[in-house]
């Protein structure tokens, strides 16, 4: 049994006269069947008041089912696992917005403030014991019959300005409480293997900014097409794992794939009488947690990178449009590390594209 790289396990070392031979292997659990269903109904409701604060609220209501039966694929007398998660939730929203001034000059100036919940259900191969192997890494996972789905508690207060309709400026301020959040964690076995578990809470807080601002400044020069754009957000989160069963090195930790900042910066071409358009967009995401670690070893972190991408169009008549875009351009190594080493540097390349595109135009009698 060969468990390697690809490039290493097929080279001629390992490959016999008689070839080589890739056998698959079925365990008693790996078939399952599932089903999920979902009714929902809202209500929401608009209020205006004299001292020029608006109010929406509401609610949704959802009813959810979701099955899955597990069984031996080779023995019908075998006793299946079964899971059904049946819910009935109702999602709060309310929203507060006090306008500060609405000027032509100046524009308009808002506070707004919100809170609205949320839900996060546990897929088919979560909620099952079926047994399968991570294709990068070769851990085994396993699904969790017993999981619940989670629960989501938004809180945000933002500060908005707009100077003009193609222009903005906020700041703002966000917290998000979870119940049950669904987290991945290393089971204490012999073999290397991953399963589900609802976690005791876990939350997650920042700030953000975003912008968008026409190089015009509001002159009618040509500049007035060009804008810059971008936002950028600061977050702590942690979940707590000490209720989990597991091996995992941390039991409380940072949430799995979330990074602590995320930068994205857009400058762009898009006038109102012009055939062309196009945008060249800027991403930095920091590190985040991609694999928990187990039995003192630290976890595994995609370490932070930056994204170059562009996209441009031109319309050829009426009907016609050609596209151009350029994917990854910079084509920054994606690095993964376990403490200060490092175990994975993979270039995943950059990408052009070229499209034609053609939409009828509609005829009226």
Do not use: C, H
Not at 246 to 260: D, F, H
Request: without cysteine; glycine residues 8%; negative net charge.
């Amino acid at each position: 049994v060969y468990n390697d790289d690809p490039a290493q396990i097929f080279n001629a070392e390992n490959i016999r006269s008689d070839g080589l031979r890739i056998a698959e292997t079925t365990q008693a659990t790996d078939n399952f069947r599932a089903s999920s269903s979902l009714a929902a109904q809202y209500v929401e409701a608009q209020f205006r008041f004299p001292w020029d604060m608006e109010m929406m609220t509401g609610a949704r209501r959802e009813e959810s089912r979701q099955s899955v039966l597990t069984r031996d694929l080779f023995a019908d007398s075998a006793e299946p696992v079964t899971t059904l998660l049946y819910r009935v939730d109702v999602l709060p929203a309310l929203t507060l917005t006090q306008q500060v001034f609405k000027d032509k000059v100046a524009g308009t100036m808002q506070v707004r403030g919100g809170y609205g919940r949320t839900l996060n259900r546990p897929d088919f191969r979560e909620l099952s014991p079926a047994v399968y192997y991570d294709v990068v890494g070769g851990r085994e996972t396993r699904g969790e019959p017993k999981l619940q789905r989670a629960l989501i508690d938004n809180y945000d207060l933002r500060w908005e300005w707009y100077p003009s309709p193609s222009e903005s400026l906020s700041l703002g301020a966000f917290y998000k409480d979870f119940e049950d959040p669904i987290e991945s964690y290393v089971v204490a076995s012999v073999a290397s293997r991953q399963s589900y578990t609802n976690a005791a809470g876990a939350t997650n807080a920042g700030i953000e900014a975003d912008f968008r601002q026409s190089l015009g400044f509001g002159s009618d020069s040509a500049w007035q097409d060009v804008y810059v754009a971008g936002n950028a957000a600061l977050i702590r989160s942690r979940v707590d794992l000490r209720g989990a069963d597991g091996t995992q090195t941390s039991t409380v930790r940072p949430l799995q794939g979330q990074s602590p900042y995320v930068v994205n910066l857009q400058v762009g071409y898009e006038p109102m009488d012009k055939p062309m358009s196009g945008s060249i967009m800027l991403n930095r995401a920091g590190p985040r947690i991609l694999d928990v670690g187990a039995d003192g070893i630290p976890d595994e972190v995609e370490q932070g990178r930056t994204r170059l991408d562009a996209v441009a169009g031109l319309d050829l008549g009426k009907s016609w449009r050609l596209n151009a875009n350029g994917r990854n351009l910079l084509n920054t190594p994606v690095v993964r590390t376990v403490g200060a080493q490092e175990v994975r540097a993979v270039n995943e390349g950059w990408s052009l594209g070229l499209g034609l595109t053609w939409e009828p135009t509609a005829v009226l009698n």
